[in-house]
């Protein structure tokens, strides 16, 4: 009897550390925007200049969703770092205050090539946005990958990088 206990134990445990990497690790299922243009928008940067999503019609980005009170923004900010060298990265600074974000970049650092400031989180609505961090690629004006959650070099390989 007590080895039926242990065997349902050991097999309950390992239901949940499996359970518990999909929940954490989720969500990579096609998004509903893949495919559809960036949303119209009108907004500033972070430095208070004006941008739209026509900033977007003729260029190849990671647009990331980010904000200087997400945990798991600042985990996966050394990789977008890398991927940097490689690819123009547009933030989106997702419901936050506009000097707690130039603070947080100044100490982490900013590869950003632009930050648009979206206090109110009406362009992440747009995007479909669930909460920070998500990440999508546009080529040329289109959304044509998209995850939630942290990027990291498997989702990067995974999701982006054949889209390139």
Same mark, same amino acid.
């Given at each position: ?5 242990? @065997? ?5 445990? =390992?239901?949940?550390?499996?359970? !518990?990497? =999909? ?11 893949? !495919? ?8 500033? #940067? ?5 941008? @739209? ?15 200087? /009170? ?15 060298? $490689?690819?123009?990265?547009? !933030? ?9 974000? @130039? ?12 930050? =648009?400031? $979206?206090?109110? !989180? ?7 946005? #669930? ?15 998209? =995850? ?7 989702? /990067? ?8």
């Amino acid at each position: 009897m007590q080895l039926i206990k242990i @065997s349902s134990l050991i097999l309950l445990s =390992i239901f949940f550390v499996f359970l !518990g990497g =999909i929940i954490l690790d989720g969500n990579e299922s096609e998004s509903v925007i893949s !495919g559809k243009p960036f949303p119209v928008f009108q907004q500033k #940067t972070l430095d208070g200049k004006d941008i @739209s999503n026509k900033y977007f019609s003729d260029k190849t980005v990671l647009v990331n969703i980010w904000a200087s /009170w997400c945990i798991t923004c600042l985990v996966e900010h050394p990789f977008l770092e890398s991927l940097a060298e $490689d690819i123009n990265i547009v !933030g989106v600074n997702y419901k936050d205050d506009p000097k707690n974000a @130039s603070d947080w970049l100044t100490k982490h650092g900013n590869f950003f090539t632009v930050n =648009i400031h $979206d206090p109110q !989180g009406n362009l992440a609505i747009d995007l479909g946005v #669930t909460g920070a961090p998500e990440s999508f690629l546009v080529v040329n004006g289109k959304i044509v990958s998209h =995850i939630i959650g942290e990027m990291n070099q498997r989702k /990067w390989e995974q999701h982006f990088a054949p889209n390139l």
